[in-house]
C-alpha cells in the first residue's frame, strides 16, 4: 500500500524545509524572501491558499497561491497558483497533484471554479506537470515591456 501524503495549511516553522526543496531545486537558497512571502501568506492572504505536504512525517513540498478579484479585465475572482515545488527525492509520488487538488477544492469551498497559474515556455517539465492535473493553455495571453 502506498504511504499516504498528508495536505496541511503552511506555518512560519515551514520556513526552512521551504528553503531547503527550492535550494535542491534551483541551487539558490532564500531564505529572507521566504520568511517574507510566508509573513504575507499568514497575514493577507487566505489561509487555504498556501500549502505543506507531508510525507514519512517530514515536508515534502509546497504551493503558493492566491486569489485574485476582478484582474486583468477577468469576471468573478480566480484562484492563482504562484509556486510549487517538490523535494527532488520525493518526486513522482503524487506529492504535486495532491497540493493542486487540495487548492483547487479550496478554492471551490470558497466559490471559486477558475484556477490559473503562468508557465515559461520554455519550461517544458511544468508545462506537462500541470497538463497532466487538468489544466489547458487559457486565453490569457501574456505581454512584457520591450
Ligand atoms: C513539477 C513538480 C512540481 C512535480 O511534482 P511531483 O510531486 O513529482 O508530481 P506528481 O507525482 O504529483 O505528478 C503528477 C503528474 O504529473 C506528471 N509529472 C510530474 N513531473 C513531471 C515532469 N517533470 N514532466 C512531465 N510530467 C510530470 C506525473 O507523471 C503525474 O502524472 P500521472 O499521474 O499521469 O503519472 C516537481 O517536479 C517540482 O517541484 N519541480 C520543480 C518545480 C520548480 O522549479 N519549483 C520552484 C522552485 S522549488
Avoid at 492566491?66 to 477577468?74: A, I, M, N, V, Y
Avoid at 495532491?98 to 517544458?124: M, P, R, Y
Wanted: aromatic share 10%; charged share 25%; hydrophobic share 40%.
Amino acid at each position: 500500500m502506498s504511504k499516504s501524503i498528508y495536505i496541511r495549511a503552511l506555518h512560519a516553522e515551514d520556513l526552512a524545509a521551504i528553503v531547503d526543496i527550492e535550494d535542491r531545486t534551483t541551487g539558490i537558497a532564500r531564505p529572507e524572501y521566504w520568511k517574507e512571502r510566508i509573513e504575507l501568506s499568514e497575514s493577507v492572504r487566505p489561509h487555504w491558499a498556501s500549502l505543506i505536504a507531508e510525507l514519512d512525517n517530514r515536508v515534502v513540498g509546497f504551493l503558493f497561491g492566491k486569489r485574485g478579484e476582478l484582474e486583468f479585465g477577468l469576471p468573478g475572482t480566480i484562484a492563482w497558483i504562484e509556486i510549487i515545488g517538490v523535494h527532488p527525492a520525493y518526486r513522482h509520488k503524487g506529492v504535486a497533484r495532491e497540493l493542486v487538488e487540495q487548492f483547487t477544492s479550496s478554492a471551490g469551498d470558497h466559490g471559486i471554479k477558475n484556477i490559473f497559474t503562468l508557465v515559461s515556455k520554455d519550461n517544458k517539465e511544468m508545462e506537462n506537470f500541470f497538463a497532466k492535473v487538468g489544466f489547458a493553455e487559457g486565453k490569457l495571453v501574456h505581454f512584457q515591456k520591450i
